[in-house]
């Protein structure tokens, strides 16, 4: 049961034709449909224009509707089906204009055309009981009834849309179009299955169904309506209940029968009409049940049901009290599932332990036509979801939601929710798109990984988090090549955004430093980032970290030659101590010569006195420094990295988990990062009471 509507959804597409109008990439090209008698390519004379405005803008809705409002009241048939085409692959929850298509094709008399439409509608939105309705219809008013062909095709698609949306909340209308016509085909016994299983679901109008039942019985004999099976065990119950009542009867007023008397025989496979009134007594008992279990899941629902104020798509946002509607309903039916599997997981092992107790015990009661609780299974649930997709197909929320409840039940599934969200509803939401790349990253499929990275860093050129993704995907697939290629394209096409430009060239850098262990190379990008930004100071920080890394015999000179490039450039003062601070640490830890030593120490004394501040000042700036660059490469607190909101094209937030490791150095408009090794809790251990106090009687006072 867990992959019902998934299978109907496969079954009712195989029911399309080689051109399936549901493909993103056929709706989006017009130039495919065949040109037809009716026009050509003679077109209306503000088609084009109105045409232009809708491509220029595609997610403008209001564009699209007056488009096709021109071209209904042009009736011109070829423009008109252009512009559906167009518009339904990018709105193609709009039942609503499926319908017209499909009768724009009836009315110029394509009734197969007119089919495909509609069975191509419903591939996108299954759940539409008016879709399904208005496809039904189609199909009476144009098959050949004659045909013994026809009433099979009709019956099965009248069962791929009760599995499809007779779970809808609203899905009386469609329960009632397939009892109707299984009575007008004469099959009272397929009429009774279909009220049946619809007694079973909670619905709007659940009451009519048993009101329905009621009637439809009462105009039926038993032996026509019901199945052979409750039929004869429902007769054989009645009789025996009509021997034992009689024969109390009989017994109460003291009389006996002579020998060989017995009740009058009625016609050989016929009822008496006192008997069939039983039957119907009894059959009524047992849907009693039934119906008052369905009614109390009616009731459980209704207050949620109430609370959905727009069941349809629109592109208009839904209120904040919308949303926590669909947010209560769906946790709650979660729940609800989790609890009746849960309960009846422990009915099964009690009823499994009674029989190995009591052989004689069964587990269901002889004469019970079937289970009659209406147990909240995957299907219910899922159907629910789907309903919420279509109000809330706007929003990222509820298909990651959806996804998070799919898990790791089916990976097709899952992937058809992603290509539907990001193909189709939210082409520029970058969250989404990165989950679906970590997600086929994840399951294996690298090139399907890249892809949706590369068509999102196409059309959203500049996010920055994009791009990092891509060159963490090939890291992580072994091509570092490929990885720094693709931050070093990001650093030259940067150059005319100095923000951008600094934190690509620091990616790119650490990149190298890390990785591909070429520090020369990281150095020369600094450095020509430094040439664009000569006043950003996480430039110069992360050259001194390059600088620091190299060889310490060969690095000393590097170390002194990049402070003092920082001392001159237009940094703020904290900075130039701070830096002066490290080239001092360095050359204390790693120099020869107590004169080397001592030379810097003047010049760092010297210039806290020209900066005109002071030590413990100098100390604050490091360590506020330090709180800014926290985490060697942002993995410290896992957020997103971001580049000052002065640029407009920067990230703005970051995908859920799981996160691609980053430097989280951009935020606040902070670059790469040093270590948490620099902060004074590290040294306060050892007794230190503050790393760069150095005039504590080693050093001379200056």
Known sequence: MTARFSDARARFAMMADEEDMSSNEDLGEPSALPDTEDGGNDLPADFESLWNA????????????????????ESHIAASRRALVAFLSR??????YWKK?????????????????????????????????????????????????????????????VVAAGLDFHSD????????????QGNLRNATAVLDRVLKVPTQRYNTHYEKFKVHLHKCEPKEALSLEEYEEVRAFCRESQKVERAEQAKEKGEERPPGEEDPATPEGTDSEELMQRMREQVLIR??????ENENEVRKRWNFEDAIKRPYFHVKPLDQTQLRAWNSYLDWEVAQLKKDTKDHDKDSNKADTDVKEDPEVTAEPPGAIEETNIFHDDHRV???FERCLITCALYEEFWTRYIQYLGTSSVDE???????????HLPSTPNIHMQRATFEERHGDLAEARRVLEALDKNMPGLAVVRLRRAALERRAGQLEQSVALLQEAVTQSKEKPTLHAFYSIKLARLLLKLVRNPSRARSVLQDALEISPDNDKLHLNLLEVELSSETWSSAEAVQQCVTRALEAPLAPHIKILLSQRGLQFVEEYSNSIQSVLSVYEAHQKLIKELGGTKREAESGDKNQEKLSKGDDGSA????????AADPQVPITMPPPPPVSMDVSAQSGGYGGYGSWYQQPQYSSYGYQNTWNYNQGYYPPS
């Not at 607190?637 to 000052?644: I, K, R």
């Open 637 to 644: 607190n896992g957020e997103s990295a971001q580049v000052p």
């Open 54 to 73: 809708a491509h220029d803008n595609p997610r403008d809705f209001t564009s699209w509707t007056d488009l096709l409002q021109y071209c209904e009241q």
């Open 414 to 424: 899952v992937r058809a929710v992603y290509k539907r969200a990001c193909d189709i």
């Open 173 to 184: 209308r469609l329960w009632d179009l397939y009892f109707e016509w299984e009575k007008e």
């Open 287 to 292: 849907r009693d049940k039934i119906y008052q």
């Open 91 to 96: 709105f193609p929850l709009c039942y609503g």
């Open 101 to 161: 298509f499909a009768d724009l094709e009836r009315r110029a008399g394509n009734n197969d055309k007119a089919g495909e439409v509609c069975v191509q509608g419903l591939q996108s939105i299954p759940l539409s009981v008016d879709l399904w309705i208005h496809y039904i219809n189609l199909l009476l008013g144009t098959l050949d009834m004659n045909l013994p062909e026809s009433p099979k095709r009709i019956r099965s698609v009248f069962e791929d849309a």
């Open 382 to 384: 899922r159907v629910l």
